[in-house]
């Protein structure tokens, strides 16, 4: 059983990537076939980012590529050469947290968490670029994600009170979610 | 700052999480974030047949992978006597395949490597010769002389599990026959599967030197399942360290033990090196637990007026190629026995044979509560159909059978003893909620209209909390569950428990329970579970049981620890432990309220300064052995309106309310009935484990198992009322699985109900479009 050649490690064929994650420059060699999802998770450590299925469904992967949200296990790490990522770990931004986690934390928007990462990707986008989504719009945008724990209803109260919070007062919402967040 | 009253009475608070700072920010610690160093990966090599003899496994080429470490089949382990292991229901399943495979994505070896990718390629690369045989996939097929014998290794030849009935068999006939109106009805809840959106898997990481092995497992009751390794393994279980990190999300998926976990043990024993292994979601779906797959008919007798007079159930139960079903050990067909519901029926039968089929193991899971969803929604679409040939509401026909107020502790004819219940307040809550009345009336308007449209109810009683142990065990280790505190000297609390919470919210709910009853704010204590190092015995979290035996324990514990804290203060107070009282949140000298000590100012004094001869510390363990099962209840009520042109349900609203007793954190409780219901909408449309008859898996990946999103699943109003247990520490029953049991036949009842002046008293789940499209065109209602 034990492997008759000693299984030695022979490196694969690598390229060498530049991203921008999270604001730092990383450069890294890579297997041409290693998934975005995975280089986060396994080369960085960036284990906020989660993988919940093998077909692109689940959405609990979602990241930002380029300010755009992306579902990361789609994604080859040398297609992602230059980029510009963000993921969950950097949504606290300067020890701000961004209004979505906020919320979700408010609304009990979250239980066993791993969703959550994708959830808040996909949502503190649409919040910021959909300040004023209706409930339905909401629903829409989310529907890229499976979650299995909220059935939904508290996600979306989260992302309406995420986008009331924004509105309110952006500068003294920082102070506040600060606070709230360590508590 | 002097704490308010409502901080250090937190017990019925809408307390945010503790568990949320963490998991907002990505900083949850699940098991594959978990890196060890020297770790290697695995990944198994899966049979693509449902049924097959196995003439021979080819591992060259997966050895010339670079990386690859070590490979083992069924052969190696059947040398560490691991090539097969027992399961909760008392049979026995292969880890890896010898002989013959006998379902689908089977295991049939294990590859170890440097990288996972590594591993995954080399998986690949094993070729096996197959013998294909013919495979069993319908049940009543299985049961028939010409059916194959799947299980070679018995003694007993023939796919019949077992045979399990419970009830009055000729007194249930009688009273059939003596009843002026009988409805019989077919009813088959599909096979369906929990999905938690995180696979399982662990990290088996062996020691040499010292003989320990330390397991990370995505497990719900990581105590069992270091008893379980043990018994497999020979190792000592005080050499076993299991720990269960954050798990996201279990429904019942991860209660059992799973080859891919034995596997990665024998390879990390054999290596010596940690060995990980997570699975994909194919792997999840196709192989770990499953749920459901009862094949029911029901019959109910009846007074013209509609007062039930016995029900009568037979059942075929579909459980794969291994009987490893989750169940306490006396109960095969798990608590199936609650099957006469909310209602007062004298006499009652039920029976269940266990079959064997080319399929994936399990049954028991998917917030089942043990087979109550199934009993659940075959007697409520079963007194829906009663309600139809009667022509009375299906509200007012519960009514008249509902189990009364006053008649509890009420003894069903099947054993249970129901602890308490208000079914009618219950019901008259949610008929008001959706104004039932009024919406009667719209729904006449409406199909003068032309359209299709349906209220469905479902009135259930669950049974949750096993369980007492006279009773209830899980291979011989009895159904209790445990809790223990530590007061710190400056007031804080460390607590922690046998059970492990998936998403319950368990860290912030059983601190409100044990800082209620100590006085604290839940801010002062911090609980813990899933190490079974430093965490007391506990059965694990499933079937609804943490509030009803670790929520018990919890509250026993503290009350332990108070009355060690009474004599304390007593001597603070210098009055005599007879003059202590304690109001809630302070003792209390008696007769002089001016006098007081709160549980802060006694937690420093158990360090220094106590009484003369009693031991130092403030600290408790409870194993509370609970003296029945919590019988938490509901009624939900679905509207639906079916498209005439395409055959889609919309459920256009949906009232639930749960009374499950004492409340310890409404905004937890609102979150489960969410998520349940949710469950159950897409139990109810759109999920179904189905096969083909060459016994291929039909739904193995998220491309055809469907789990709703935010654009289909419903709006969900709920409510509460509260009937506390009356034998319960704290008056609380159980809840998690409720709205999965409660939800599906409220759906169901919904479309018959839409379809039923058409003639229809009966549908099968998933009601997917394509279905009622069909019914739609084969009455001439389509557009």
């Known amino acids: 059983m034990i492997c008759p050649k000693g299984g030695t490690f022979v490196e694969e064929e690598r390229h060498a990537v530049t991203l921008v994650v999270n604001g730092r420059a990383v450069t890294e060699e890579v297997e041409p076939r290693l998934l975005l999802s995975h280089f986060l998770r396994d080369n960085l450590g960036l284990t906020g980012t989660h993988v919940g299925c093998d077909t692109s469904q689940c959405g609990v992967c979602t990241v930002w590529v380029d300010g755009l949200p992306v579902k990361s296990c789609t994604v080859l790490t040398v297609q992602a050469d230059g980029s510009e990522i963000t993921t969950v770990e950097e949504l606290t931004h300067d020890g701000v947290p961004h209004v979505v986690q906020q919320a979700f934390q408010r609304e009990h928007g979250l239980q066993c968490g791993f969703c959550t990462p994708g959830a808040l990707m996909l949502s503190a986008w649409h919040v910021d670029h959909y300040p004023g989504a209706s409930d339905a719009e909401i629903r829409e945008a989310l529907d890229g994600l499976i979650c299995r724990c909220t059935g939904y209803e508290n996600i979306v109260r989260a992302v309406k009170r995420a986008q009331a919070l924004q509105e309110e007062a952006p500068a003294a919402m920082a102070g506040q979610a600060r606070e709230e967040a360590s508590s | ?783």
């Open chain 2, 1 to 783: 700052m002097a704490m308010e009253a409502t901080e250090i009475q937190p017990l019925g608070k809408a307390i945010k999480r503790k568990e949320d700072p963490r998991l907002i920010r990505g900083q949850g610690r699940y098991m594959d974030d978990i890196v060890l160093p020297k770790m290697l990966y695995m990944a198994l090599a899966r049979s693509p047949y449902a049924h097959a003899r196995i003439k021979a496994i080819r591992l060259d080429r997966a050895y010339e992978v670079p990386g690859v470490v070590a490979i083992i089949t069924g052969e190696d382990l059947a040398k560490m006597n691991l090539a097969w292991m027992p399961t909760m229901a008392g049979d026995r399943q292969m880890v890896l395949a010898t002989g013959k495979v006998l379902f689908q994505y089977q295991e049939v070896a294990a590859v170890v490597a440097e990288t996972r990718a590594a591993a995954e390629d080399a998986a690949e690369r094993i070729e096996v010769d197959y013998e294909p045989l013919t495979p069993v996939v319908d049940p009543f097929f299985a049961l028939t002389p010409e059916a194959p014998v799947l299980r070679e290794d018995r003694e007993q030849k023939n796919n019949h599990i077992f045979h399990w009935e419970v009830g009055e068999r000729d007194a249930t006939e009688a009273a059939l026959t003596a009843s002026p109106i009988r409805v019989k009805e077919n009813i088959r809840m599909p096979r369906v599967h929990p999905a938690p959106i995180e696979p399982c898997g662990c990290i088996a990481d062996y020691q040499k030197s010292t003989g320990k092995l330390t397991w990370y497992v995505t497990s719900q009751a990581p105590h069992a399942h270091r008893t379980v390794l043990a018994m497999v393994t020979g190792l000592p279980e005080h050499m076993i360290h299991v720990i269960s990190p954050d798990v996201g999300g279990g429904f019942g998926n991860k209660v059992p033990v799973y080859p891919g976990y034995v596997c990665a043990v024998a390879l990390s024993i054999k290596l010596g090196r940690p060995v990980k292994w997570v699975e994909t979601r194919t792997e999840n779906l196709t192989t770990t637990n499953f749920a459901r797959d009862y094949h029911m008919t029901a019959e109910i007798g009846a007074t013209e007026d509609g007062r039930v007079t016995a029900l009568k159930v037979t059942t075929i139960a579909d459980h794969g190629a291994f009987d490893a079903a989750a169940d306490p050990s006396k109960f095969p067909a798990g608590l199936f026995s609650i099957v006469t519901g909310s209602y007062r029926f004298p006499v009652a039968f039920a029976e269940v044979d266990g079959v064997y089929t080319n399929k994936a193991p399990g049954g028991v899971a998917y917030r089942c509560s043990f087979r109550v969803t199934e009993a659940s929604f075959l007697i409520e679409r079963t007194m829906n159909t009663l309600a139809l040939r009667l022509n009375i509401d299906p509200a007012e026909l519960r009514r008249r059978n509902f189990i009364r107020p006053e008649e509890f502790p009420y003894h069903t004819p099947l054993g249970w003893t129901y602890d308490s219940g208000d079914y009618e307040k219950t019901l008259n809550k949610a008929l008001a909620l959706i104004d039932y009345e009024n919406l009667r009336k719209e729904q006449q308007e409406r199909r003068a209209r032309g359209e299709l449209v349906g209220i469905g109810i479902s009135t259930f009683t669950e049974i949750v909390g096993a369980g007492p142990s006279h009773t209830f065990d899980i291979m011989g280790i009895k159904m209790f569950d445990s809790c223990e505190i530590r007061v710190h000297p400056t007031g804080k609390v460390i607590a922690r428990l046998g059970t492990r919470h998936q998403g319950q919210g368990h860290e912030t709910t059983f601190a409100q329970v044990v800082a209620q009853e100590l006085g604290l704010s839940a801010s002062d204590v911090l609980i813990e579970e899933g190490d079974t190092d430093t965490a007391p015995y506990g059965l694990g979290t499933y079937a609804s049981r943490s509030t009803p035996t670790a929520g018990g324990a919890a509250a026993l514990a503290a009350r332990r620890i108070r009355q060690k804290a009474a004599q304390i203060a007593a001597h603070l107070l210098e009055v005599s432990p007879d003059d202590v009282e304690w109001d809630g949140v302070r003792f209390v000298a008696k007769g002089l309220p001016s006098r007081s000590v709160t549980m802060s100012e006694v937690a420093l004094a158990a360090y220094t300064n106590l009484p003369p001869g009693m031991e130092p510390g403030l600290e408790a363990t409870y194993y509370y052995d609970p003296p029945n099962l919590t019988f938490p209840n509901g009624a939900y009520i679905a509207v639906v309106s079916i498209d005439r042109g395409t055959g889609q349900v919309k459920v256009e609203r949906f009232v639930a309310v749960d009374d499950c007793g004492t409340v310890i954190n409404p905004m937890v409780v609102e979150g489960q009935v969410h998520g349940g219901l949710t469950e159950g909408f897409g139990i109810a449309f759109m999920q179904e484990i189905a096969f083909d008859q060459d016994g291929n898996n039909l739904a193995p990946n998220f491309m055809d198992y469907l789990v709703p999103t935010a654009v289909e699943t419903p709006r969900w109003e709920t409510a509460l009322t509260q009937t506390p247990s009356p034998h319960h520490p704290i008056g609380a029953k159980g809840v998690g699985e409720s709205p999965n049991v409660g939800s599906p036949a409220a759906f169901v009842n919904a479309v018959v109900d839409a379809l039923s002046p058409y003639g229809i008293t009966n549908l099968e789940m998933p009601l997917f479009p394509w279905k009622i499209w069909e019914i739609l065109h084969q009455h001439g209602l389509a557009l």
